[in-house]
């Protein structure tokens, strides 16, 4: 063919669609996103032009290609009956994502002739040619590709709607995407002990511009909920049940929330229902799992002698619901720490310990997630495998990575917790010592830190380590 390969990557590059918004296959589960998205397609009124667009990429990154153009030719199709009067304008998405796939299908007329599409459309609407344009809706459409590629995206994607935003700042849609990349930053940042409440705000006002988008009408209430105003919250979600009694996207954070509050039967109630239309649903079945170790903690704590068979049961379905979130979500993180967790419950150590390393090996930690993972497999080793020496390693490991979280303060409490239970039952010995003020001293307190090092020293003279660290804190002073 007369077009070659190079003139055409220059082109491509100037596209605004998945393939250039860096969407990277190894921080999402493939499978898993496309049945989420299908999932979306078929519960969720709102357009879904967006949604198999984003289903063509994934398709790509699987390797179907033919599977994808059948995707983007979906969009088309949602294209000419949503919106007749601007089908260049609302297509320009799905042009650049054909022209990327006969790309890489090696299909080069093909894929100049829908760059070329683009750029003559982009001509008629915007009068500076060559520019890229900035239409809202192509921004609002990555912000929402990018809440899908997880935790990484969320900025990004936060930026993406206040782009929108700017152009219409009362379109409903791009008001409920704004609010969910704040409402998802947010609650990363408590995990990270910042104390923020941004997203009230532009929850409020998405479900002031939609009242009949339950999803989001359910995240406020789950807001309100954490701020204290739990009559309110209770209150949308109740409004919210009567309207879409069957959706399961407002139902999980309903049971969520009716969890939270402590009524644990009328959230399994609620998330059986949701099960009964999504049952291969993860994010459900880590939710009912959740709702049974609360039934568990519950009898545990208001019973002396919980009856056996009750207990018994209660692990085996928490281990089930578990278990199915991990067999399907290989990179699903909290839910490794739960099952693995509930596995020490019922004395399968040996599970327990497979499924802490399928944690250890998941690739898209994040610092928090590691030191929440040190803390807890600390806590195998200490309570379940008996090994004090081994919890001290591994808090010790979430103690060294310096960024503030609640899983870091665990780690710390742990520490502090432990070591000085050892000193004071008479256990102590230079190394429970050094070890404590090695806690002070990444701590930030220095003149605890010095205290446990002379001790360490008085028990240990010729120790180098602790020599050599009580001298650099005395300097640092």
């Known amino acids: 063919s007369t077009i070659s390969k190079n003139s055409l990557k220059t082109s491509l590059l100037q596209l605004q669609c998945h393939f250039t918004w860096t969407l990277l296959k190894q921080d999402v589960d493939l499978d898993e996103l496309e049945e989420t998205i299908g999932d979306q397609i078929e519960f969720l009124i709102k357009s879904n032009i967006t949604n198999y667009n984003l289903l063509s990429y994934v398709c790509h990154l699987k390797n179907s290609n033919e599977e994808a153009l059948r995707n983007l030719r979906k969009a088309e199709e949602e294209v000419k009956k949503n919106h007749p009067d601007e089908i260049a304008r609302r297509s320009l998405v799905t042009w650049g994502n054909y022209a990327w796939i006969y790309y890489h299908m090696e299909r080069y007329e093909e894929a100049q002739t829908y760059i070329s599409k683009v750029e003559n459309s982009c001509e008629k609407i915007s009068s500076t040619a060559h520019k890229k344009i900035q239409l809202p809706e192509i921004s609002a459409e990555q912000g929402w590709a990018l809440l899908k590629f997880g935790r990484k995206y969320y900025e990004r994607a936060k930026n993406c709607f206040e782009d929108a935003l700017k152009t219409e700042p009362n379109n409903p849609e791009f008001n409920a995407g704004y609010a969910i990349a704040m409402y998802r930053l947010e609650d990363f940042s408590l995990r990270q002990c910042k104390d923020v409440v941004l997203s009230l705000k532009p929850l409020e006002r998405a479900v002031e511009l939609n009242s009949e988008d339950t999803f989001i009408t359910a995240l406020l209430a789950l807001k309100l909920q954490d701020l204290g105003q739990i009559g309110e919250g209770e209150r949308y979600i109740e409004e919210a049940l009567q309207k879409t009694p069957d959706l399961p996207y407002f139902l999980r954070y309903a049971a969520k929330f009716y969890r939270r509050k402590g009524d644990v039967d009328k959230a399994i109630e609620v998330l059986k229902k949701a099960l009964g239309v999504t049952p291969k649903s993860c994010f459900l079945h880590h939710q009912l799992g959740l709702c049974y170790r609360a ?183």
């Open 295 to 477: 039934k568990l903690f519950q009898l545990k704590k208001t019973t002396r002698f919980p009856p056996r068979e009750e207990v018994k049961e209660l692990i085996r379905l928490c281990i089930f619901h578990f278990k199915t979130v991990t067999d399907q979500k290989t990179k699903f993180f909290s839910a490794h720490i739960d099952l693995a967790n509930m596995y020490a419950e019922a004395k399968r150590y040996e599970d327990a310990e497979e499924i802490f390393q399928k944690a250890f090996q998941i690739n898209i930690l994040f610092s928090d997630d590691k030191q929440e993972l040190y803390y807890h497999y600390g806590n195998f080793q200490r309570f379940h495998m008996k090994s004090e020496s081994e919890a001290i390693r591994y808090y010790i490991e979430g103690l060294k990575i310096e960024e503030e979280s609640l899983g870091r303060s665990k780690c710390i409490n742990a520490l502090k917790k432990l070591l000085e239970q050892r000193i004071q039952g008479g256990l102590g010995d230079a190394t429970d010592f050094g070890t404590l003020g090695l806690v002070h001293n990444l701590n930030g307190e220095k003149h605890e830190a010095i205290e446990c090092y002379k001790k360490a020293v008085a028990l240990y003279p010729d120790n180098e380590e602790y020599l050599s660290a009580l001298c650099e804190l005395r300097l640092s002073i």
